[in-house]
Nanobody, 118 residues
Framework: VQLQASGGGLVQAGQSLRLSCAAS????????MAWFRQPPGNEREFVAS????????FYSQYVKGRFTISRDNSKNMLYLQMNKLEPEDTAVYFC????????????WGQGTLVTVSS
């Protein structure tokens, strides 16, 4: 499966942004999906995951209550709604897919940069 993330940009603290990830090349519903991020100078970290049909989600403690992961299998799309953004959320965000839904995720998109100014 090929993944293409989009929707990043520059926002002020407290604002919202929605990331999208378009999947192609295979049956989207065969994959559990996730978002990861890599802050400047730091290692990549887990953000959120969602199961095959979208009825089970899991979040990092740092984003729980502010971010919402969702998917639309009819459109082969994954989303990350990010609210109440903080400067600490500044990172390159990656979408990832895996048939087993376990780390390490097998397929990765190219990343989209989110910058939150204070």
């Amino acid at each position: 499966v090929q993944l293409q993330a989009s929707g990043g940009g520059l926002v002020q603290a407290g604002q919202s942004l929605r990331l999208s990830c378009a999947a192609s090349g295979d049956t989207f519903s065969n994959y559990a999906m996730a978002w990861f991020r890599q802050p400047p100078g730091n290692e990549r970290e887990f953000v959120a995951s969602i199961n095959y049909v979208g009825d089970n989600t899991f979040y990092s403690q740092y984003v729980k209550g502010r971010f919402t992961i969702s998917r639309d299998n009819s459109k082969n799309m994954l989303y990350l709604q990010m609210n109440k953004l903080e400067p600490e959320d500044t990172a390159v965000y990656f979408c990832a897919a895996d048939r087993n839904g376990r780390h390490p995720f097998q397929y990765w998109g190219q990343g989209t940069l989110v910058t939150v100014s204070s």
